[in-house]
């Protein structure tokens, strides 16, 4: 018989940091025809990217068999924090052209600036166990002290939607369902899950501790100018139209628009 000390420690890498979202900058002056579904005549999209998920870590030392006499067991495991999203910019659209949807989820015009998620943290572990040795003989091997630590981080931090504007002066018909005459958003991203953390010791004199991190809070849309949208339609009502002329099929209210738009764009 004779003394034995094992010392294990684990550490998980960070995740990595998203990347930003660029300014998005749209000006149409033509005319735009959609048809299909999920078919919006403009798109545009400053999007942050999400952040990396951490490393998880595990820390385990084993007593083997005979060694019964004196054993120190230290284990400990540190997981990666969750990386941090990044921020979504600027999108602006300017139209002056007219835009014509007929499919399911068509808007005319769909802006958004949508922050990135962060990132989740990883999972950490630490325990120690008894192998081999004769059961029964008091040759198992024990345990005199054991030290089990598990500590995880929180998750990655969240990133913010960024200023939404769009300008419409001209005719937006839309003929399906789901389908709006302008979408603008700006959304921030949600906040990394913080990682979970378990350690166990077993031993005549045990200390074993863990602690999980927190979850990142989330961020939020751009708060110094609400998104703006201006329009000035030249429909009869004086605004951008949704669901032209339901009691018509979409390709006669298409056809419909095409005849009016012109005489109204001289008009002005």
Known sequence: L???AAVAVTMGGSGGQGGFGNTVDVINSGNLTTTGAFSSGIMAQSIGGGGGIGGSSTAKSYNIGGTSQTSVSVNMGLAGSGGGAADAMKVTVNNTGIILTSGFGSTGIMAMSVGGGGGAAGAASASDETVGGDIG?????????????ALALPGGTAGNGGEVSVTNNNWIITDGAFSYGISASSIGGGGGVGGSASAGATAEYAIGGAIAGGAAAPATAH????????TASSGPSGRTRS???RSRSAAAAVQAARARAPAATAAR
């Open 137 to 149: 003989s008091g040759d198992e091997g024990s345990t005199s002290v054991s030290i089990g630590v």
């Open 223 to 230: 708060s110094s100018k609400s998104p703006t949208i201006r």
């Open 2 to 4: 004779y003394a034995s």
């Open 243 to 245: 669901a032209f002329s």
